[in-house]
Structures are given as structure tokens and as C-alpha cells.
């Protein structure tokens, strides 16, 4: 933003090119990136080796100097790099074929990618698919999720450790986490940093008059999720072991608590399951973040969430004022200057970008 308020004449260039590593943007955009992995669908999925590369990266005022990457060989010297998304994705896949058994077929890459790391390290392993579903879950509480969940994999593998799912759970939670610059707990990091998301995302809407809605938003799930990783550990593996999900009393408890953020799907008719414990309208804002970033960083001159607020005013038409025109095809922030705010032109003037001329090149 503060590289729009010093532009001159009322303007708002755009987009804005960070240079250089100013404040660290791009190093840490490239950091989220290498350690969510690659996004590719691979059908059959053969790896020939494993290996580890150290990537250098430049963090001003840190000591970190590299990210260590994992990366699956296979055929047709095709590489791929193994990290969140892939561990997530095949997280969800086990629990999902434990509660809905009926689904659909997968890719073996990103959704079966856990399982066939796991077998190439530590034949038997996945054998238990509980155990393999508390592993994803740990690593995906780190940093680097990739890399935890190989080494853990080779630590297990040397000690001819086959532990039990909650003996995973319990090991993360008793050691000092991996990759992190300092000495704190596992419980400890996750509080830390519970905290702190908690507050970075107040940040965006910072007037406590207008947006208590969303506050509540932010304070409430993140207060719920600290809650089950501190005082219900094995949560997960409940949920995976409560049976199909008309009758998961874990699933159930876990969705009225949380509901849920925006479902849109192929053919964008959008849904959300309500929560009990605030109101999950306002995760639209998160959505609208994301179309103003597009606008400012990639110069995008139109908002994706056209289809969602058409459906807005259907459902809430007592207080949901997005009525939709040409403006959110060729110029949303236009929309910050009239009466009617849609989300993206509540965040537009907020961010006190209202009224400038915007121009993209």
C-alpha cells in the first residue's frame, strides 16, 4: 500500500513491483511456494529416488541462508517437489475415504503421494493408515512439512520404530519443534503462532467500530483450533475413526463449531456451512483480500466474486448490498466511491485507496 500513497497526482500505477528484497516479500513468497510443493496431477505415480536439495535464499536481519527441499525422481527424469500441498491433499484423501467411502477416484499425485513416500522410505509404514494420517497432520503444524515428514520417516526407519498414531502425536508434542530459529516447545510454537496469525489478520480491518464481525471471526476459529490441538490432541484421528459422515459425532461437533469458508464449485454455485460461534459471512473478506492483491500485484482489472455476490443478495437481501454492474468486469474500485460497498470496495476504502485514479499497464 505504501508504495500507491507515494504515488503522485491522486495515482494508483499499477501493478506495484516489489524491487530488490524490500521487507522480505519476495523471499518469503518464494519460501511459501517452495514449501507448499509442486501442484502437477500425475495419474501413476513411480518414484525412482529420493533426494534433498538446499535451496539459498537471502532473508534480511535472519539466519537462515537455505530451504532443504525434498524432491521425488521419477521416470522420464521428471521431478517433482514433495511438500504441503501434496501431504495435505493426502491427509484429506485418507479421512475421506474412511467417512465417504463412495468418492471418486484420485490422481496417485498429490493424493496418494504420502503413501508412496512413506513406502519408498519406510516399507510398511503406511500400512496403518491412521498412522500415516497423525504424520500428516504433525508436519503440516511445521514450517516445512516436506522435509519434516521425511526425516521423521528416517528417524523411525533407524530407531525400527513402527509407532502407534498416537505415539506420533506424542512424539511432536514432547520435542522442541525442527527448522524453527528458536528453543521454544512444539505446544509452545503452535500457541505462538496462534497468536499471532490471530492478530496479523485483525490487521487488515482495524476499525473496532465497523468490522467487530470479522474480528470475531478471526478470534473465534483460531481460538476453537488452539483449543482441540492443546486439550484434544488426538482430535483427528476421532474423526477419522467416527464412521461415515451422516453419523461422525466428531465431524459433526468439529463442523458446527467451525462451519465452514466458501464453497464454490466447478460451476461456481457458492455455499458455506454456518458455524455456531460467529458468523462465517464475513470470511468473504478473505476472498476480497485476495481480488484486491490480484488487482495490485498482477493488474487485474475485474473481481472473481461477482457470482458470489449475486448470490449474497438472494440470501441476505436485509443486509447484503451487493448489487453487481459493468464496474466489477472492468473496474471494482469505482465501486468504493458509490453507497452500495461490496466486500472488495470495503476493503478499497478502508485501505484509504478510494478516489484514485487507477491505471494499468
Known amino acids: 500500500m505504501n508504495e500507491i500513497y507515494n504515488q503522485r497526482n491522486n495515482e494508483a500505477i499499477l501493478p506495484i513491483n516489489i524491487k530488490g528484497n524490500k521487507f522480505n516479500i519476495n523471499q518469503n513468497i518464494k519460501i511459501n511456494t517452495l514449501c507448499n510443493g509442486d501442484y502437477d496431477e500425475i495419474g501413476n505415480l513411480f518414484i525412482l529416488d529420493i533426494k534433498e536439495k538446499k535451496l539459498k535464499i537471502r532473508i534480511q536481519g535472519k539466519i537462515l541462508k537455505y530451504i532443504p527441499m525434498i524432491y521425488l525422481r521419477l521416470p522420464n527424469d521428471k521431478k517433482v517437489c514433495f511438500g504441503a500441498r501434496a501431504i495435505m491433499e493426502s491427509m484429506a484423501y485418507m479421512i475421506e475415504k474412511r467417512i465417504e467411502p463412495c468418492g471418486m477416484p484420485v490422481?496417485?499425485?498429490?493424493?496418494?503421494?504420502?503413501?508412496?513416500?512413506?513406502?519408498?522410505?519406510?516399507?510398511?509404514?503406511?500400512?496403518?493408515?491412521?498412522?500415516?494420517?497423525?504424520?500428516?497432520?504433525?508436519?503440516?503444524?511445521?514450517?516445512?512439512?516436506?522435509?519434516?515428514?521425511y526425516h521423521t520417516l528416517k528417524e523411525y526407519k533407524e530407531m525400527k520404530k513402527?509407532?502407534?498414531?498416537?505415539?506420533?502425536?506424542?512424539?511432536?508434542?514432547?520435542?522442541?519443534?525442527?527448522?524453527?530459529?528458536?528453543?521454544?516447545?512444539?505446544?509452545?510454537?503452535?500457541?505462538?503462532?496462534?497468536?499471532?496469525?490471530?492478530?496479523?489478520?485483525?490487521?487488515?480491518?482495524?476499525?473496532?467500530?465497523?468490522?467487530?464481525?470479522?474480528?470475531?471471526?478471526?478470534?473465534?476459529?483460531?481460538?476453537?483450533?488452539?483449543?482441540?490441538?492443546?486439550?484434544?490432541?488426538?482430535?483427528?484421528?476421532?474423526?477419522?475413526?467416527?464412521?461415515?459422515?451422516?453419523?461422525?459425532?466428531?465431524?459433526?461437533?468439529?463442523?458446527?463449531?467451525l462451519g465452514s469458508p466458501l464453497i464454490i464449485d466447478s460451476l461456481w454455485n457458492v455455499s458455506l456451512l454456518p458455524s455456531y460461534l460467529f458468523d462465517n459471512y464475513h470470511f468473504v473478506y478473505f476472498y476480497a483480500i485476495e481480488q484486491i492483491y490480484n488487482t495490485i500485484a498482477h493488474g487485474y482489472n475485474y473481481c472473481?466474486?461477482?457470482?458470489?455476490?449475486?448470490?449474497?443478495?438472494?440470501?441476505?437481501?436485509?443486509?447484503?448490498?451487493?448489487?453487481?454492474?459493468?464496474?466489477?468486469?472492468?473496474?471494482?474500485?469505482?465501486?468504493?466511491?458509490?453507497?452500495?460497498?461490496?466486500?472488495?470496495?470495503?476493503?478499497?476504502?478502508?485501505?484509504?485507496?478510494?478516489?484514485?485514479?487507477?491505471?494499468?499497464?
Not at 509404514?125 to 515428514?149: E, H, T, V, W, Y
Request: aromatic share 14%.
Open 107 to 149: 490422481c496417485d499425485y498429490p493424493y496418494l503421494s504420502a503413501q508412496a513416500v512413506a513406502d519408498f522410505v519406510y516399507p510398511g509404514f503406511s500400512a496403518d493408515d491412521l498412522r500415516l494420517i497423525a504424520l500428516c497432520d504433525m508436519c503440516l503444524q511445521l514450517s516445512n512439512p516436506g522435509k519434516i515428514f
Open 162 to 257: 513402527m509407532p502407534t498414531p498416537k505415539e506420533i502425536y506424542d512424539d511432536f508434542y514432547n520435542r522442541k519443534p525442527i527448522g524453527t530459529f528458536n528453543a521454544e516447545s512444539f505446544v509452545m510454537g503452535i500457541i505462538t503462532h496462534g497468536i499471532m496469525t490471530c492478530e496479523r489478520l485483525k490487521l487488515y480491518l482495524n476499525d473496532d467500530k465497523y468490522f467487530v464481525g470479522f474480528k470475531n471471526l478471526v478470534n473465534k476459529p483460531i481460538g476453537s483450533a488452539l483449543n482441540h490441538r492443546l486439550n484434544d490432541r488426538y482430535f483427528m484421528l476421532e474423526l477419522a475413526q467416527g464412521g461415515e459422515f451422516f453419523h461422525n459425532n466428531k465431524l459433526r461437533k468439529i463442523m458446527l463449531e
Open 304 to 361: 472473481e466474486l461477482l457470482e458470489f455476490c449475486d448470490i449474497s443478495r438472494q440470501n441476505r437481501p436485509s443486509s447484503c448490498l451487493h448489487y453487481t454492474d459493468d464496474r466489477c468486469f472492468e473496474e471494482p474500485w469505482d465501486r468504493a466511491t458509490g453507497p452500495q460497498l461490496c466486500p472488495y470496495a470495503v476493503l478499497w476504502k478502508h485501505w484509504k485507496l478510494a478516489g484514485r485514479n487507477v491505471i494499468i499497464k
